[in-house]
Structures are given as structure tokens and as C-alpha cells.
């Protein structure tokens, strides 16, 4: 049984929408994180957060944003897509103050931009 | 500048054999590593882990190897099953920080 959600699962959109890719966990964990992955690469940091009203930048420049206003909801928003934003978009999760460092993963959102 | 290397992007193994996974790192910072498993079109699912400060860790039939001086580990599956068949990433972080650093992943097929 799933924790932590990602809505939609597939989306294809034409050039120029804004879309918004929806992640949410029941786990009470206090870091969230966003990967951008290609098949065949990496999985590569775009976003995290610390807690409520806490973003930062990862590794990957990525034109989108991310909002974290409650500890359950991380949605990732592209004002503007195109068609190299076509990619899997993973939310993961994880809880520092267990101690613990593994996150827990979504299933992941396959966009394409048309 | 890829800090985490799986330079094996697949592995054929035969049911019941071993398989190894191998994983490289050039950031002598990082203090933990961890072995994820995903399948496709799910995310990855966290498999086992490991401190810097041992060199091996098991659970059930899974062994992560770790040489600190070489900066490699090595993921260790027997006997291996046709269920394991799916990708494969190493992952490490430093110590006081939360984010993960991935490897490119291995494609591990399990033949009956």
C-alpha cells in the first residue's frame, strides 16, 4: 500500500500549457524531494524541501517550481511546457528524525509534451 | 560530473546463480550508501544500506560490500530469482544532509 501519491500517473499535453503534478504523503515525513529521470540515467534532484514554507533548488536547473504551504502536499508546477520537460517525475519522501535516510518513492508521473 | 557510476548498464544472471552489482563514487564525502530497486513504471523501492563506518551489511539474500579506499560497493544477490529482474540504483549522501545522489542505474535480468 502506497504512502506517498503521485497524480497523475500519465499525461501528454501540447507545448505552452501549464501543468501541475500533484504529490502527497500520509507518513508525516518532514523532507520532500522531486527527480527528474530519463531512461537510462540518473535520477537527478530538481526540488526539496525541509518542511512547511521550506524550498530549495537541486542539482538539475529545471523551469519549474514548488510550493510545500502543508507537510503532506509537494505539487511541482510547469508554467509553460515543452517538449524537453518530457521526462519521469518522481516525489519521494523521507523522515530525518528517525534517523533513517532511505525515502520512499511515488510511482512517478511520465509526462510528454507534444 | 557524475559522482555516483554504475558503468554496467545491464547484467544477464541465471536463476539460483549470484549476482553483483557494482557501484562507483568519486565524492570522498559521501558516509552512506544505499541500493535501490525499481521496476518499471513504479518508483524505486529502497533495498538495503550501508555506513561507512562497516564494510559489509546483509539482509536475507541481499549483501551490500563496501571498500572504502577503492570508493566502490557492490551489491551481492543469492541465489537470485527471476523476480529481481528490474533496475537497479546505487544512491549515496553525505553526512548532515538528506539529499540523495543516484547512479545511472544496472538492468539486472534473471533467467529461469
Known amino acids: 500500500e502506497a504512502d506517498i501519491y503521485q497524480t497523475p500517473r500519465y499525461l501528454v499535453i501540447g507545448t505552452g500549457k501549464k501543468i501541475t503534478l500533484e504529490c502527497s504523503q500520509t507518513?508525516?515525513?518532514?523532507?520532500m524531494y522531486w527527480y527528474q529521470q530519463d531512461p537510462g540515467m540518473e535520477l537527478h534532484l530538481i526540488h526539496y524541501?525541509?518542511?512547511?514554507?521550506?524550498?530549495e533548488k537541486g542539482d538539475l536547473s529545471s523551469e519549474s517550481t514548488v510550493s510545500r504551504i502543508r507537510t503532506e502536499h509537494f505539487p511541482l508546477t510547469l508554467e509553460s511546457a515543452r517538449p524537453s520537460h518530457t521526462s519521469q517525475y518522481l516525489c519521494a519522501s523521507s523522515n530525518t528524525a528517525t534517523g533513517a535516510y532511505g525515502y520512499t518513492f511515488g510511482s512517478g508521473t511520465r509526462l510528454t509534451v507534444v | 560530473d557524475q559522482q555516483v557510476k554504475q558503468n554496467s548498464p545491464s547484467l544477464s544472471v541465471q536463476e539460483g546463480r549470484i549476482s553483483i552489482l557494482n557501484c562507483d563514487y568519486t565524492n570522498s564525502m559521501f558516509d552512506y550508501f544505499l541500493w535501490y530497486k525499481k521496476y518499471p513504471a513504479e518508483g524505486p523501492t529502497f533495498l538495503i544500506s550501508i555506513s561507512s563506518i562497516k564494510d559489509k551489511n546483509e539482509d536475507g539474500r541481499f549483501t551490500v560490500f563496501l571498500n572504502k579506499s577503492a570508493k566502490h560497493l557492490s551489491l551481492h544477490i543469492v541465489p537470485s530469482q527471476p523476480g529481481d529482474s528490474a533496475v537497479y540504483f546505487c544512491?549515496?549522501?553525505?553526512?548532515?544532509?538528506?539529499?540523495?545522489?543516484f547512479g545511472k542505474g544496472t538492468m539486472l535480468l534473471v533467467s529461469p
Open positions: 544512491a549515496a549522501k553525505v553526512s548532515g544532509y538528506s539529499t540523495l545522489t
Open positions: 507518513m508525516g515525513h518532514d523532507k
Open positions: 524541501s525541509y518542511g512547511v514554507n521550506s524550498t
